[in-house]
């Protein structure tokens, strides 16, 4: 058995072309396409909304083999701006991965909100609009508002997009007009969500919600020996102590999570306890984000997802974040679960 790496001794640096270049749909959903999301019948708008999009891939898709006469003319092409809207599993980011995959990599860019912000603060705003105005489409998956930074912020980005003539595609469970809600009521804040609002066409997809809609149930943490045993195993495999791997995202760029697990295997964290500071949960939220469309597997040790985040942090404004962080732990550990010695 050799020593497992470890996350914290990596300090990725990536070019600005790299950063762009990692705009595309995860792994998570490297078989997402028109024709492999299927629609349930019991609800009629999952139809609808995979026709819709569909509509919308046809208006600002590749033209290869379109003859020229029935081409959209360069500053002709009409204004697209899309929003799905609905629970958690009923194929949003499908349809969204696969409306990026049919428009094609050099014409098409697919992040998540957070990760248009950490885009922005990594190369400015201007280069940020400048290399997005080339591309045909943006797709902005699990749009969400933070603070009313991040609404101005958002929100100017993306009319300077559709005003150069880029189609908007984005996903929420959360409707465009209340976003924020609850947590920010100044006047700047409201009009700011309001003419975001008015740029999109909502679409709502219904259906049951498969993932659980409180709190995930708590995954138990395993020996720390049992994850060092099994990740070093595991070629590939990192082991980190959590105190550690919390202290060291605070010195990464959060643009820079992905590249920080780059040819990583599986994700092996001893030393699991209870996260005390809002800012550390939000990073660790980010990184799990980035280890779940990669689909790399995770082993917990310590007090595993018990407690992982507080009830009060489970109460408040970011609520949303960490019940998707630990629904995507569960799922993770779940595979991490499957290795060679992981069962104890």
């Not at 609905?86 to 990599?105: E, Y």
């Not at 098409?108 to 603060?121: C, D, P, R």
């Not at 018990?306 to 962080?325: C, D, I, P, T």
Request: charged share 20%; with cysteine.
């Amino acid at each position: 058995m050799s020593e497992p790496r470890s996350l914290t001794s990596r300090r990725p640096q990536v070019p600005p072309a790299e950063l762009l270049a990692a705009f595309v749909p995860p792994r998570h959903f490297a078989g997402a396409t028109f024709e492999t999301y299927l629609p349930d019948p019991v609800h009629p708008s999952q139809a609808a909304a995979l026709e819709a999009v569909r509509a919308v891939g046809g208006l600002v898709g590749p033209t290869a083999g379109v003859p020229w006469w029935r081409r959209v003319r360069p500053g002709t092409r009409p204004r697209v701006a899309v929003y799905l809207d609905g629970g958690f599993g009923v194929g949003k980011t499908h349809l969204l991965a696969a409306l990026a995959r049919h428009v094609g990599p050099a014409d098409a860019s697919f992040g998540t909100f957070v990760e248009y912000t950490h885009l922005v603060g990594a190369l400015g705003f201007a280069p940020t609009v400048r290399a997005l105005s080339h591309r045909r489409l943006v797709c902005i998956d699990e749009f969400e508002l933070d603070d009313p930074g991040d609404t101005v912020l958002m929100s100017r980005l993306l009319r300077e997009l559709s005003d150069a003539g880029v189609a908007l595609a984005a996903t929420s469970n959360t409707l465009p007009e209340s976003l924020g809600q609850g947590r920010f009521a100044a006047e700047d804040f409201l009009r700011e969500i309001q003419a975001l609002a008015a740029r999109f066409d909502v679409l709502r997809i219904d259906g049951p919600d498969y993932r659980h809609r409180g709190a995930p149930h708590p995954e138990h943490g395993l020996a720390d020996d049992i994850v060092r045993s099994v990740t070093a195993g595991e070629p590939g495999a990192t082991c980190d102590d959590f105190g550690e791997l919390l202290a060291h995202l605070q010195t990464v760029h959060p643009s820079r999570y992905g590249a920080l697990l780059d040819g990583v295997a599986a994700v092996g964290v001893t030393g699991v306890v209870p996260v005390a500071d809002q800012a550390d949960a939000l990073r660790l939220v980010v990184l799990v984000d980035r280890v779940y469309e990669l689909d790399v597997p995770v082993l917990l040790g310590g007090t595993g997802t018990e407690g992982l985040f507080s009830a009060a942090m489970l109460r408040g404004g970011y609520r949303k974040k960490y019940l998707r962080a630990l629904s995507r732990l569960g799922a993770l550990i779940e595979q991490g679960g499957m290795l060679p010695g992981a069962s104890g």
